[in-house]
Each structure stands twice: as structure tokens, then as C-alpha cells.
């Protein structure tokens, strides 16, 4: 059975589109998205942020942050993850702006999970569709994205696996967690 899954993290940047890389190269459908207000990068210094609105596109960023900085940027790692990117997708996307429905929403950070929980609850129950989000707890850095990008790609090729998703999820969200300690987990049922 082909599921259609999303990736979900604060800024679409790290988390998410490291997981859709690894789904969209695997053969799923997936899309990604994030939940912040706006999207945030790291910058020169810790108290001052590199901001974006969700929609700019990943090359944009990308030659704004290489004109500001080439050589902090590319020692960081923001210039090697905004090209990734920009050929996965052309902008960052805001979760509560799109209009798509999902079988599987799974987000990297728990206030993710909140906000994606969150809104599912206020568009309401139209469609009558379930759709299962799950948490995966990643530390937001590249290394970390990495381990849990590949962790949830085991997880969605274990889910597609799966003669009937929603009957099967509780146990093979158990051999999942089992199989990877340090990636908390938490699933909750909403409905598009």
C-alpha cells in the first residue's frame, strides 16, 4: 500500500527535509513542511538569527547567506543543508498553510507535534480521514537529523510494509522504539 507521508519540523530546513531527502530517494511520497511562525537559521552570532519567511525560495537563501558569509556558512554546514534543499524542493512550507491530507505526518520535535496536533483539531474533521502523526524526538543539528532521518525512513518502509496501517501501527511503533532507544516516540490518531 503507497501511504503519503510528511515530514514535519520547526523551519523546514534541517529535521524535515533531511527525513524527506531520505523518503523521497527510498521511492515514497512524501512532502515536508514546518510549524514555526517563521523560518530561522543559525547566524553569525547566537542572539542574532538569520529569519526568512515561509516561500523563500532555498536558493535565495542560499546566495544570501554565501554573500553575507561564504566561509562561516560553509564551515557550519548551512551551505551544504540549503543546497540539499533547494534541490528537493524550491521553498520551505508552512504546515498550517497547506491544503494537502496525509497518512502518516511524522515531526522531530514534540511542540511539532503540538502544533500539527493543534491544527489538525481546528480545520476539523471534513474529510473523515484518519491520519496518524507521530513524533520522532531529534536534537536539531545535522549529525542527529542524519541518525533520525535514516531511523524514520525505517520506520515509514516498516508502515508500508503493513498489510492494514492502522490496525498494525501500536506494534510496529513498539519494534521501532525498541530498535531505536534514543529516538522518543509519541502517536496520536486525528482525522482531515
Same mark, same amino acid.
Given at each position: 500500500?503507497?501511504?503519503? /507521508? ?17 523518503? =523521497?530517494?527510498?521511492? /515514497?511520497?512524501?512532502?515536508?513542511? $514546518? ?7 543559525? $547566524?553569525?552570532?547566537? *542572539? ?13 537563501? =542560499? #546566495? #544570501? ?7 562561516? =556558512? !560553509? ?7 540549503? *543546497?540539499?534543499? %533547494? ?7 508552512? +504546515?498550517?498553510?497547506?491544503?494537502? !491530507? /496525509?497518512? @502518516?505526518?511524522?515531526?522531530?520535535? #514534540?511542540?511539532?507535534? *503540538? ?7 481546528? %480545520?476539523? #474533521? ?9 513524533? @520522532? ?11 533520525? $532521518? ?25 519494534? +521501532? ?14 482525522? /482531515?
Amino acid at each position: 500500500m503507497k501511504l503519503l /507521508f510528511a515530514t514535519v519540523c520547526a523551519s523546514n530546513q534541517n529535521r524535515s527535509m533531511d527525513a524527506h531527502d531520505k523518503l =523521497y530517494k527510498a521511492g /515514497f511520497n512524501v512532502c515536508s513542511y $514546518g510549524t514555526g511562525s517563521a523560518v530561522r537559521l543559525p $547566524g553569525p552570532a547566537a *542572539d542574532r538569527p538569520n529569519i526568512y519567511k515561509f516561500g523563500t525560495p532555498y536558493n535565495q537563501i =542560499y #546566495e #544570501e547567506l554565501a554573500a553575507q558569509d561564504k566561509k562561516l =556558512y !560553509t564551515a557550519n554546514g548551512l551551505l551544504s543543508m540549503l *543546497d540539499r534543499n %533547494r534541490n528537493i524542493k524550491e521553498a520551505p512550507e508552512r +504546515w498550517q498553510e497547506h491544503k494537502s !491530507t /496525509f497518512d @502518516v505526518v511524522i515531526t522531530c520535535e #514534540e511542540r511539532c507535534f *503540538d502544533a500539527v496536533c493543534d491544527d489538525l483539531i481546528n %480545520r476539523g #474533521e471534513n474529510l473523515n480521514r484518519p491520519v496518524h502523526v507521530i513524533n @520522532v524526538d531529534i536534537t536539531d543539528n545535522r549529525e542527529e537529523a542524519d541518525v533520525g $532521518g535514516k531511523g524514520i525512513l525505517e520506520l515509514a518502509t516498516a508502515l508500508e510494509a503493513c498489510t492494514d496501517p492502522d490496525g498494525e501501527i501500536q506494534e510496529v511503533l513498539a519494534r +521501532w522504539q525498541e530498535a531505536h532507544p534514543r529516538l522518543p516516540v509519541l502517536h496520536a490518531v486525528h482525522y /482531515f
